[in-house]
């Protein structure tokens, strides 16, 4: 199992002359800068963005130096996967139960997609 670490950076707004205080932690997200995740586990993978694109650096422990592995990441626009939490189906609004459903036993004859 792999573990890992979230960060985002922001630009300080506050005076250097008085110190960091709350208006630099409380920004809103649109302010950041960068942002990403490292993940610790057989393997060391880096992914950042600096909102121009999303890249993925793994760890070559011989070098000691992060190497570009995944350039441009992009989420699919389609895929065939929903996630949900089906426990809650007695809140959902119909029209929420109507998606699933369709996902679940499509009238098109595509095939159904998987839950997650």
């Given at each position: 199992?792999?573990?890992?670490?979230?960060?985002?950076?922001?630009?300080?707004?506050?005076?250097?002359?008085?110190?960091?205080?709350?208006?630099?932690?409380?920004?809103?997200?649109?302010?950041m800068?960068?942002?990403?995740?490292?993940?610790?586990?057989?393997?060391?993978?880096?992914?950042?963005?600096?909102?121009?694109?999303?890249?993925?650096?793994?760890?070559?422990?011989?070098?000691?130096?992060?190497?570009?592995?995944?350039?441009?990441i992009?989420?699919?626009?389609?895929?065939?996967?929903?996630?949900?939490?089906?426990?809650?189906?007695t809140?959902?609004?119909?029209?929420?139960?109507?998606?699933?459903?369709?996902?679940?036993?499509?009238?098109?004859?595509?095939?159904?997609?998987?839950?997650?």
């Open positions: 199992m792999s573990i890992g670490s979230i960060f985002g950076i922001w630009r300080r707004i506050s005076d250097e002359e008085t110190g960091a205080n709350t208006d630099d932690i409380l920004q809103d997200g649109r302010a800068v960068a942002g990403g995740y490292c993940l610790y586990g057989s393997s060391t993978h880096f992914v950042l963005s600096t909102g121009g694109g999303v890249s993925g650096y793994t760890l070559d422990p011989s070098l000691g130096e992060f190497l570009l592995t995944h350039p441009d992009k989420v699919p626009k389609k895929g065939n996967i929903y996630s949900i939490n089906e426990g809650n189906s809140y959902w609004d119909d029209s929420v139960k109507e998606y699933i459903q369709a996902k679940k036993f499509p009238t098109d004859g595509t095939a159904p997609f998987s839950l997650r």
